[in-house]
Every structure is written in C-alpha cells, then in structure tokens.
C-alpha cells in the first residue's frame, strides 16, 4: 500500500491541525494505521494507532485527550486531529500500516511508511 500523509504546517502554541493520510494500491481496511513523530535529532517515536476497523486506539501518553486518531475506510484515509498543540509537539509527523492489530508502538511493526509532514509549533 502507498500512503500519502499531508496537513502538517505551522501554528501557534494552543492551536489546532488535522493530519490525512490517504493510502492506495493495496486493501486499506486489512491494516491497522499508525502515526509516529521524528524531532530533529531525536528518534521516532509512536504517537498514535488505530485498528483496521477503528475499533481500538491507542495513544502515547503526551498526545491523550489533545490528539485523536480516527479512519474513514471508504475514503482509504486516517486522520490526525490534533488540538492544544504545544511547541513540543514540533516534529516531522509519519504515517504507516501494520498487518499486526494491537501493541503495534514499535516502528518496526509496520510494514508501510508515508513520506511524512511537518509540523512546527510556535510558543
């Protein structure tokens, strides 16, 4: 599956983006989605996940009740709605797929990466 994320950009420090990943060649509902965040000089880290129905979400504890990660099946898409953004939440945002359902916080469980999305939070 290709995936195409987008919405990334630059917002003051309490504001709002919503992130789209749009995913193609490929049966987008048999995979359960991520996103994860890459910081300048920092490693990537898990931000979010979905499985392949929506059913169960899981979130790393920083982004809980300001992100929320959700799918449109029939649209090949998952979202990132991210609210009350905090400059540390500066990073180049990725999305990706997994075959695997749950306990799906490591990168290495996905076989799928999009090309990634900045986002720049200012304080």
Do not use: H
Not at 24 to 47: D, H, I, L, T, Y
Not at 78 to 105: F, K, S, W
Request: include cysteine.
């Amino acid at each position: 599956v290709q995936l195409q994320a987008c919405g990334g950009g630059l917002v003051q420090a309490g504001g709002s983006l919503r992130l789209s990943c749009a995913g193609s060649g490929s049966v987008f509902s048999v995979f359960a989605m991520g996103w994860f965040r890459q910081a300048p000089g920092k490693e990537r880290e898990f931000v979010a996940s979905t499985s392949r129905n929506g059913a169960n979400t899981d979130y790393i504890d920083s982004v809980k009740g300001r992100f929320t990660i959700s799918r449109d099946n029939a649209k090949n898409t998952v979202y990132l709605q991210m609210n009350d953004l905090r400059p540390e939440d500066t990073a180049v945002y990725y999305c990706a797929a997994a075959v695997r359902q749950v306990g799906i916080q490591n990168p290495s469980l996905y076989s799928y990466w999009g090309q990634g999305t900045q986002v720049t939070v200012s304080s």
